[in-house]
C-alpha cells in the first residue's frame, strides 16, 4: 500500500507542484488532503505555464487520476475556471477528477468575509490571500458550514444561503449598493455547483480500493509546515493543519497507510503575507533573490519576501512531519552569490518557546558557486561547493535529500 506524501516544508510556495509533478509519473492517484483555492502550483511545460489552485498536479500526467479530499474547502467558480482551462488544453477531466462528498464549499460570503476581516484588522491584518478559505473553515468547525454533498438537498440549501445574505446584510458587511453584484455572484456560485455535482462522490470508498488494490497514491499537500494552524507562526497561518498528520484526517484513511513522506525546501526561504521571517533579507541580497528566482505570489501575484535557509525551522518540520527523505528546489536561484548562509541556531532560544519575531539567528558562511549547475546526472556532477551547501542542509535538517530540482523545466530535476 504505497501512500507517499509531499509537504511543504517551509512558508508554501516551496516548488511542491513540480516535484508531484515529477513523483507523479509514477502514481495513480493524486490527492489533496487540506485547503482550497489558496494554493498556487506552477509547473512548467516547455514554455506552457500552468497553474493549478485546487486540481492536483496529476492532472497533467494523462494516466492519473485526482482526488480532492474532505479535508479540502472547494471554491466551486474556480474550480470550474480551472476545468475548464485543462479541457481547452486538451486534458481530460471527466472521470479522473474525484472530490470528496464531504468537502466543504467556500460561498461568495466566505470570501466577503475573508476580505472583510483582513479590512478590520488593519496593521494586524494577516495578509490572507481572500480566498474565503479561513470563513469557510470557522462555519466547518461551528457546524454552519454546506458541504458538497449538502447541494443535492437545493432548496434547503437555498434557505441557508438566504439567511446568511441577510445577516450579513443587518451587520452591514454587505452595503445595499452592493447587492446586485454579490446576486451576481451568488446565481453564478449556484451554476457552478451544479456543475461540479457530477464530480462529488465517495472518495474514502475510493481511496481504499487503490490502497486495496496496491496501486501508487501521492498526497499533495497545500501550503506549508510554517503555516500550520497548530505549529506555524499562529495567527499568521493558514486555517488548516498542513502537516503529514492530517493527511489521514483530509482523507480519510488510517495513520499506518502513509509510507513515505517527503519534505519540500527551497534552496533559501521565501514567505508573502504578514508574519514573523527570522532570516529575512531586507538588502540587495534579498532583491537578488526575489528578482533571479521570480519569488511572486501564484495565487496573489504578490512579491515574496527573501532570505536565507533556516535549518532551525527545517529540522522543526522534518520532525513535526516525520520526514523520510527531502527535496530542495530552485537550486539554481543561488549561482550567482559569492557566499551563502545558513541559520543553525537562535541564540535566545528555540521556537515555539519564544516569539519567533525576536529570534537571534546565528548563521554559518558557506561558499558559494558561480558557475551555471549544467545537466547533473548525479549528484557528484554538481560543481564541488554546490555538494557541500547541500549536504549540509541534510545534516542541519536531519533527512537525506531525495531530489534536487535545479531549473523550471520539468526535466531539471534530479533523482538521488
Ligand atoms: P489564507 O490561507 O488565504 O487564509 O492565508 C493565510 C496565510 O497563508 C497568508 O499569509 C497567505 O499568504 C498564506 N498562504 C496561503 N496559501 C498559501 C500558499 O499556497 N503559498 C504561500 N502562502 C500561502
Request: proline letters at 5%; hydrophobic letters at 35%.
Amino acid at each position: 500500500m504505497p501512500l507517499r506524501a509531499v509537504i511543504g516544508a517551509q512558508w508554501g510556495d516551496e516548488g511542491k507542484g513540480k516535484v508531484v509533478d515529477y513523483l507523479c509519473q509514477s502514481a495513480d492517484l493524486v490527492a489533496r488532503f487540506q485547503g482550497g483555492a489558496n494554493a498556487g502550483h506552477t509547473i512548467f511545460i516547455g514554455d506552457e505555464e500552468t497553474i493549478l489552485h485546487q486540481i492536483p498536479a496529476g492532472i497533467l500526467r494523462p494516466e492519473t487520476h485526482c482526488l480532492l479530499g474532505n479535508g479540502m474547502v472547494i471554491d466551486p467558480l474556480g474550480l470550474v475556471q480551472e476545468l475548464r482551462m485543462l479541457t481547452a488544453r486538451g486534458i481530460e477531466v471527466q472521470g479522473r477528477v474525484h472530490i470528496s462528498l464531504l468537502a466543504h464549499i467556500v460561498t461568495p460570503f466566505h470570501k466577503l468575509l475573508d476580505a472583510y476581516r483582513e479590512g478590520a484588522l488593519g496593521k494586524r491584518a494577516i495578509g490572507t490571500t481572500k480566498r474565503g478559505i479561513g470563513p469557510c473553515y470557522t462555519d466547518k468547525v461551528s457546524r454552519e458550514g454546506l458541504r458538497l454533498c449538502d447541494f443535492y438537498d437545493r432548496t434547503s440549501v437555498e434557505a441557508r444561503l438566504r439567511d446568511k445574505r441577510q445577516s450579513l446584510i443587518n451587520q452591514g458587511i454587505i452595503k445595499i449598493a452592493e447587492l446586485p453584484q454579490v446576486d451576481a455572484e451568488l446565481q453564478a456560485f449556484q451554476e457552478a455547483v451544479d456543475f461540479i455535482l457530477p464530480f462529488a462522490e465517495n472518495t474514502i470508498e475510493l481511496i481504499h480500493d487503490y490502497l486495496q488494490a496496491d496501486k501508487k497514491i501521492l498526497a499533495e499537500g497545500a501550503q506549508g509546515t510554517l503555516l500550520d494552524v497548530d505549529f506555524g507562526t499562529y495567527p499568521y497561518v493558514t486555517s488548516s493543519n498542513t502537516v503529514a498528520g492530517n493527511i489521514c484526517t483530509g482523507l480519510g484513511i488510517g495513520p499506518k497507510a502513509v509510507t513515505e513522506v517527503i519534505g519540500v525546501f527551497k534552496a533559501y526561504s521565501t514567505r508573502v503575507g504578514s508574519g514573523p521571517f527570522p532570516t529575512e533579507l531586507n538588502d540587495e541580497i534579498g532583491d537578488y533573490l526575489q528578482e533571479t528566482g521570480i519569488e511572486f505570489g501564484a495565487t496573489t501575484r504578490r512579491r515574496r519576501r527573501c532570505g536565507w535557509f533556516d535549518a532551525v525551522l527545517g529540522r522543526y518540520a522534518r520532525q513535526l512531519n516525520g520526514f523520510t527523505s527531502i527535496a530542495i528546489t530552485k537550486l539554481d536561484v543561488l549561482n550567482g552569490l559569492e557566499h551563502l548562509k545558513i541559520c543553525v541556531r537562535y541564540r535566545n532560544g528555540n521556537f515555539p518557546s519564544i516569539d519567533l519575531s525576536q529570534a537571534e539567528p546565528e548563521y554559518i558562511t558557506l561558499p558559494g558557486w558561480q558557475q551555471d549547475l549544467g545537466q547533473p546526472r548525479r549528484f557528484s556532477d554538481l560543481p564541488p561547493h554546490t555538494q557541500r551547501y547541500l549536504r549540509t542542509v541534510e545534516e542541519l535538517v536531519g533527512a537525506p535529500i531525495s531530489l534536487i530540482s535545479y531549473g523550471r523545466e520539468r526535466n531539471q530535476i534530479l533523482e538521488l
